[in-house]
């Protein structure tokens, strides 16, 4: 069945959202939180392939352009941690009014943090599905701001661009980092997100991916899955020989990401 775009009507807005029909009897309902600012597009395709491919096989996949994303309505200048929660919301809601099967976060990179802090205050029991989390949201701004840096030193004047931009976010401005604003409401909330677990954790299939190899999951990971365990959480997790679809210059895919997550929800 193919998969049918709507708009969902928000208390700011719309949100353009795609929904996967599932073929047969759900086993599933997925709502798919997209990584920041360009690694968003870059991840469109991985994104689209992997919810038809779990269409295919009996899951209902909503995916959600969050406020001042894509097709929804709003500036990304505009959007803060507090509205992208909202929108979260409201995706949930409208899935849940239409299939009850067992729910699944599905988040790429900082989308993963996103779904972990919802699911924290919408006090439901789910499970989650991460695509190379983000762990630290302070971490993760850090190297995003990092970006406009980088872009002065080129251009032979870097120094104090890092304090500047830290001095307007503070004073409740947004700024401008590769071709995207960053709202001070986005800062702070990215700075305060850290990826722990709610209060009712379900399951957690956990993926990253590296072009070698032999890697292995970075000590940070191995920490935060540590304490999603101790908090009751049943999680696996692997590293696929596949590229960093979200950041390559090109588009890229991952099949064997596409087949390991497929296999992982089967299980």
Known sequence: ????AFFLPVADGQRFCIFHEPRGVAK?????LHPFAEEMNKARRM?????????????????????????SSGDCGDATWESWLADVHAAHAWLRSRCAAPLWLWGLRSGCLLAAEAVRRLDVTANFLFWQPVVSGKQFLQQFL?????????SGD?????????AQLAAGQSVEIAGYALSAGMAR???????????????LHWFEVSARPEATLA???????????????????????????????????APALLDATLAALRS
């Open 158 to 166: 870097g120094k104090g661009v890092m304090e500047t931009l830290k």
């Open 146 to 154: 990092r970006l406009k840096v980088a872009g002065e030193m080129l």
């Open 189 to 203: 909330g990215l700075e305060s997100a850290e990826l722990s677990p709610p209060a009712q954790p379900g399951r």
């Open 219 to 253: 000590p940070a990971s191995q920490k935060r899955i540590e304490q999603w365990q101790v908090a009751g959480c049943a999680v696996d997790s692997a590293v696929l020989p596949a590229p960093t679809f979200w950041q390559t210059a090109e588009i890229e895919e």
């Open 1 to 4: 069945m193919a998969p049918v």
């Open 47 to 71: 994104a689209a392939l992997q919810a038809r491919l779990l269409a295919q096989n009996g899951y209902a996949v909503l995916q959600l352009d969050l406020h001042g994303c894509g097709d």
């Open 28 to 32: 599933g309902a997925l709502l798919y």
